[in-house]
Antibody, heavy 116, light 113 residues
Framework: QLVQSAAEVKKPGASVRVSCKTSGYSFDTYGISWVRQAPGQGLEWMGWISIDNIKTTNVQKLQGRVTMTRDTSTSTVYMELRSLRSDDTAMYYC???????????WGQGTLVTVSA | DIVMTQSPDSLTVSLGERATINCKSSQSILYRSNNKNYLAWYQQKLGQPPKLLISWASTRESGVPDRFSGSGSGTDFTLTITNLQAEDVAVYYCLHHYYTPWTFGQGTKVEIK
């Protein structure tokens, strides 16, 4: 299971941190990816964090505004997005990454709304 | 970056008929050293997170009905749904994970006629 934190409402320029608590599998065996979906739109890959804590982000789309961290003591992964804009309003999903990069299981999503 | 282009954007199919969705990558996503295509297919129903249907272009995930099949190699891939059922109404996405950034196709909406 991947259980995400509750919905957030933020003002432009603020930051948001979304958590993804995992259970039911060995946390050290799988990476975690983050994908977002703007209202009525398609899926956008944001980045992933590997089991050896290597982080790769979609720099072109996110311009270095995203940070991902893993807490092995709680089997939780965090995604922080800074300098929020209105077009960051989206459902944010965490998803498990299996060997070879296959995204196999998804969290339920966290809605982040950016509004003045 | 690799661009993934799906066609059509939407299709309407009668119950029991076949739906065919195409996905084309802007460059080959076949890794020759292991002969694997780094492509997956997902189904997203309204209000739900995506669900993995097919990995490595043609490997159906456990529990996925056998009416779903994936094919193709290199740059051209197809998801086929035979004997379409009402519960197959969804948006379908392809995703390449050949190298970062991984990218999704724009999605194909499947509806019942």
């Amino acid at each position: 299971q991947l259980v995400q934190s509750a919905a957030e409402v933020k003002k432009p320029g603020a930051s948001v941190r979304v958590s993804c608590k995992t259970s039911g599998y060995s946390f050290d065996t799988y990476g975690i990816s983050w994908v977002r979906q703007a209202p009525g739109q398609g899926l956008e890959w944001m980045g992933w964090i590997s089991i050896d804590n290597i982080k790769t982000t979609n720099v072109q789309k996110l311009q270095g505004r995203v940070t991902m961290t893993r807490d092995t003591s709680t089997s939780t992964v965090y995604m922080e997005l800074r300098s929020l804009r209105s077009d960051d309003t989206a459902m944010y999903y965490c998803a498990r990454v299996a060997l070879g990069g296959v995204i196999d299981y998804w969290g339920q999503g966290t809605l982040v709304t950016v509004s003045a | 970056d690799i661009v993934m282009t799906q066609s059509p954007d939407s299709l309407t199919v009668s119950l029991g008929e076949r739906a065919t969705i195409n996905c084309k990558s802007s460059q080959s996503i076949l890794y020759r050293s292991n002969n694997k295509n780094y492509l997956a297919w997902y189904q997203q129903k309204l209000g739900q997170p995506p669900k993995l249907l097919i990995s490595w272009a043609s490997t159906r995930e456990s529990g996925v009905p056998d009416r779903f099949s994936g094919s193709g190699s290199g740059t051209d891939f197809t998801l086929t749904i035979t004997n379409l059922q009402a519960e197959d109404v969804a948006v379908y996405y392809c995703l390449h994970h050949y190298y970062t950034p991984w990218t999704f196709g724009q999605g194909t909406k499947v509806e019942i006629k």
